[in-house]
């Protein structure tokens, strides 16, 4: 569950740059997110937050940095599973 306010994302959004933007809905990155998830044998409701914290990288709420901490404890893996997921983006 995010603990960012819809109007936290919302004016985020709107700071970004076009082609950042676009990336946030884009149906190829979509789809490459869920091979990374099918790769990790991840389930459905893990691709979905693996998505939704990659896209708060984008939006500048998360650093890269922690990218793996957040995942692992987002997606309830352990940290050596989120350091293989963590390099294929």
């Known amino acids: 569950m995010s603990h960012h306010t819809k109007e936290e994302v ?3 959004y709107q700071n ?8 946030l809905f884009s149906a190829d990155i979509a789809e490459k997110m869920f091979a990374i ?5 991840l ?3 893990q691709i979905g937050a693996m998505s ?3 896209g708060y990288i984008i939006l500048g709420f998360t ?7 957040v995942i692992a404890q987002r ?13 294929q983006f």
């Open 10 to 12: 919302r004016r985020r």
């Open 16 to 23: 970004l740059p076009p082609i950042l933007k676009e990336a």
């Open 37 to 41: 998830g099918v790769k990790n044998t």
């Open 43 to 45: 389930t459905i409701e």
């Open 52 to 54: 939704e914290e990659t």
């Open 63 to 69: 650093a890269p940095k922690d990218f793996v901490e």
């Open 75 to 87: 997606l309830v893996i352990e940290r050596e599973q989120a350091q293989k997921i963590a390099p």
